[in-house]
């Protein structure tokens, strides 16, 4: 240890090197006046587990590679940075590009280029990063090009506080652009929810060809933990409805947004023999022609935006922890997983006993599992890091006569680390 300090602080010597050394040398004398000596202590046996150490950007960048994602395009931003930095090492030994572009606007144009191509796409940003794209991103929904969009939210607005922890982009995810397309927003809330929730976003982008958010937060972006191993027996790449050159020669003629009653439309990659193709983010037709009929722009708002009612069963669903009978309730999502987890222990050697609803999937509001969450208990806290209560908001919205239960327990100072205590102190 000597040495180690010696070899850091040489270049300053003198007096820094005088004081860190005798820092040292204090410590010792009190390790071994208290007995305090790591030869003193033993590791209980445990239960095995195979445990990881990881951060739900690395978590987020493998579930990429794994679930078939090819080309990634980003620009560098705290606290998502990391998710490109994993993939820079490790996308091109499967065949994978990517690519630094010189702002966010252009990154989010080259991962639509790539999408339309026929390659799985993926992104990441943060708050500022993430209003450049929105322009891009209504591309994606008017044109039916599936992209997947990992935003790692930080404090805002503007530059905010890049390196300290708020969950205040969902109402900005939830209404992003002008004019109305269907999205996805999902939450993960551990490191296993990163990855596996990055394999099914690709696996919804592509068969409802629309955008998909991942929104995570600062905590669990950056945040390394032990987690349970990946199991990688557990994914399915499902790519959608795809047309073979076989399948296109047995068509009619081919639409790039046809009609059909599962509310897809079959993809064929450009260049697809038989496959001749406009693709705009101008109102269109089901060639893809630009269009301004009124019946045609009935028809084709219609399809798209009812992409997220006919999803809802492959959307990631809720899980419920706590005793059927508590009568108080808590929702939350992202980071706040783990403390509220926690804190549900610590009431419950008090005497209180909750039951805590952790939302995976925010937009479309999953109401089919909710509504019947809050009838079962008599108040639920939405505990959120935020200051306007965004989520809270968003379900009153959603079900007006679940109003009078709801109730919220905001944050908003920045601090990294949801303490289970504030939870607990919170909801007592």
Known sequence: TRGVIEERFKRRGGEALEKNLKA????????????ALADRFSVADG???????????????????????????????TPATEVMEYLQRYLPSVGGVVRQAEDELAAVNMILGAAYAGARVMTSTSGPGLAL?????????????????????????????????EQSDLSHIANLGHG????????????????????????????????????????????????????????????GERLAPADVQGLEQYKAYAFTDTGRSPYAPPGTPGVWAEITGNEHDEWGHVSVNPANRVRMMQKRMEKMVRARDELPAGRVFGPATARIGLIAFGSTYGPIREAQGLLAARGTATRF????????????????FLRSVDVAYVIEHNYTGQFARLLRETMPDQHAKLRSIRKYDGANVPRPADRRRDVR
Not at 24 to 33: C, D, F, P
Not at 134 to 163: F, K, L, M, N, Y
Request: glycine letters at 10%; aromatic letters at 8%.
């Open 24 to 35: 040292l040398e204090i410590g010792r004398k009190v390790a071994l006046e208290t007995d």
């Open 47 to 77: 239960t095995a587990h195979e445990m990881i150490m990881t951060t739900g950007n690395q978590a987020v960048a493998l579930g990429f590679v794994v679930g078939g994602g090819r080309f990634f395009a980003g620009y560098p931003i």
């Open 133 to 165: 794209m929105t322009e891009g991103i209504g591309q994606s929904g008017a044109a039916e090009i599936p992209i997947v969009v990992a935003d790692c939210a930080r404090v805002g607005p503007s530059t905010g506080q890049p390196t300290r922890h």
């Open 180 to 239: 109305e397309y269907p999205r996805f927003v999902l939450a993960p809330g551990t490191p296993v929810d990163c990855f596996e929730m990055t394999v099914g976003a690709l696996n919804l982008a592509e068969r409802w060809r629309a955008p998909v958010f991942l929104l995570l937060d600062q905590a669990l972006c950056q945040n390394t933990t032990t987690s349970p191993r990946f199991d990688l027996g557990t994914v399915k790449v499902d790519r």
């Open 357 to 372: 609803y952790q939302a995976r999937t925010l937009f479309p509001v999953p109401t089919h599992e909710i509504d019947p």
